[in-house]
């Protein structure tokens, strides 16, 4: 394509040049005004809307000349190699790039390591929030106190639509003994300030077993997945971590049709200097953050082969959950962060990624994070 839109423009260059030794009247006008007949000739092909043509009119060598090379230029393909590095091309090679992308990019720090958001953390931490329904319908005011939106994707009202959110019923059955919560880790090598090396229990992974025991105290019956996604031979390697985790994922719910909750547990990376630590209970307890991939850049809009049919069910589920805790814990839990790409959020509808913490806080302010974590959920699916 751009071969032949090169010949076209050259073909074009020549004819033009070449005016002045063609007897051709026709030509020679045509070579005087090229600009005009261009400009017309663009407005004519990518502008219809806003081109007029009167019927019957014939076209001159130069108009037509102007038309055709107009026809074979590829603009569509220039204006896509002009667009951002970071368009989804849906080739083999670019969706393994966006999953290996997606594998490291759920952390909410900039590219200076610093903690997106903090400050807003702070200010939902605030009792003044005002948490009705009169003042969530507003777009405005549910993003911009509730959620941190990443610059590289985008929503809509209608996406965040908080009555929509809060009308989903998270509740789970609580009358089968069944397992109902799922819990894994697709980056189960995060640890914390204080952890021990080669000791799961202080790890990211220990949390998990820790709330998974406290769930269960509560009667909830839930599963904790200690698989490993984030090692390849031995080395710490997240770049295929969400597609190694997926197939195993399912296997267990396919096992285990019971389950109604998915939950994967991290903790975020931040700066050296950040502390997300605050004190509930008379206990200094780690903040927590829910994150929603939104299968959707700005560059490109929806990714497909990233396509998530819960979406909504996702946002509802964080959104819930987060309103809960800062009706119990407030200073509990920082802003929502909405990104694109999809984490495996596709796999059911009441999935929650949730970033617990980060590699700067201790293993006690975790387990107190567990705890109100624990808390939480029992009051949002078991109400």
């Known amino acids: 394509m751009i071969m032949a839109g090169t010949?076209?423009?050259?073909?074009?260059?020549?004819a033009l040049h070449a005016g002045s030794e063609l007897k051709s009247e026709k030509l020679k006008e045509f070579a005087a005004g090229p600009n005009e007949l261009l400009l017309e000739h663009v407005q004519k092909t990518y502008l219809t809307g806003f081109s007029y043509a009167e019927e019957g009119h014939s076209l001159s060598f130069g108009e037509w000349l102007a038309e055709s090379t107009m026809k074979l230029i590829p603009l569509g393909t220039y204006v896509e190699g002009k667009e951002t590095a970071?368009?989804?091309?849906?080739?083999?090679?670019?969706?393994?790039?966006?999953l290996a992308k997606q594998a490291?990019?759920?952390?909410?720090?900039?590219?200076?390591?610093?903690?997106?958001?903090?400050?807003?953390?702070?200010?939902?931490?605030?009792?003044?929030?005002?948490?009705?329904?009169?003042?969530?319908?507003n777009y405005e005011y549910l993003t911009g106190n509730f959620y941190t939106i990443d610059s590289t994707t985008m929503t809509s009202p209608e996406e965040l639509n908080a009555e929509v959110l809060l009308g989903k019923d998270m509740r789970i059955d609580t009358e089968s003994k069944e397992p109902k919560v799922l819990i894994y880790h697709t980056h189960s090598q995060e640890?914390?300030?204080?952890?021990?090396?080669?000791?799961?229990?202080?790890?990211?992974?220990?949390?998990?077993?820790?709330?998974?025991?406290?769930?269960?105290?509560?009667g909830i019956k839930t599963?904790?997945?200690?698989?490993?996604?984030?090692?390849?031979?031995?080395?710490?390697?997240?770049?295929?971590?969400?597609?190694?985790?997926?197939?195993?994922?399912?296997?267990?719910?396919?096992?285990n049709p019971s389950i109604e909750v998915l939950i994967d547990l991290h903790r975020d990376g931040v700066a050296d200097t950040t502390h997300l630590v605050t004190e509930i209970k008379g206990k200094p307890t780690a903040q927590i953050m829910f994150f929603?991939?939104?299968?959707?850049?700005?560059?490109?809009?929806?990714?497909?082969?990233?396509?998530?049919?819960?979406?909504?069910?996702?946002?509802?589920?964080?959104?819930?959950?987060?309103?809960?805790?800062?009706?119990?814990?407030?200073?509990?839990?920082?802003?929502i962060y909405l990104k694109g790409y999809c984490y495996n959020m596709n796999i059911m509808p009441k999935t929650l990624l949730i970033e617990?913490?980060?590699?700067?806080?201790?293993?006690?302010?975790?387990?107190?994070?567990?705890?109100?974590?624990?808390?939480t959920l029992d009051n949002v699916l078991t109400p």
Do not use: C, W
């Open 356 to 375: 617990a913490g980060a590699q700067t806080n201790t293993v006690e302010e975790m387990r107190n994070a567990m705890e109100l974590l624990a808390e």
């Open 191 to 218: 640890s914390f300030a204080d952890s021990v090396p080669d000791d799961a229990g202080t790890t990211i992974v220990g949390m998990g077993t820790y709330l998974t025991e406290l769930l269960n105290e509560k």
């Open 7 to 14: 010949g076209s423009i050259l073909f074009l260059y020549a």
């Open 104 to 137: 490291e990019d759920e952390s909410a720090v900039d590219a200076d390591g610093n903690l997106i958001g903090e400050e807003q953390a702070v200010e939902t931490a605030s009792n003044s929030i005002d948490m009705s329904l009169e003042s969530l319908k």
């Open 223 to 255: 599963i904790h997945h200690e698989g490993v996604y984030d090692l390849i031979d031995g080395k710490l390697d997240r770049s295929k971590a969400y597609q190694l985790a997926e197939p195993e994922v399912r296997r267990i719910l396919e096992e």
């Open 86 to 98: 970071d368009t989804d091309v849906e080739d083999q090679e670019t969706y393994q790039m966006i």
């Open 292 to 335: 929603n991939g939104l299968s959707r850049t700005k560059a490109n809009g929806d990714i497909e082969y990233l396509r998530n049919p819960y979406i909504q069910d996702n946002l509802a589920f964080s959104l819930q959950m987060q309103l809960k805790a800062m009706e119990l814990f407030p200073g509990f839990t920082r802003h």
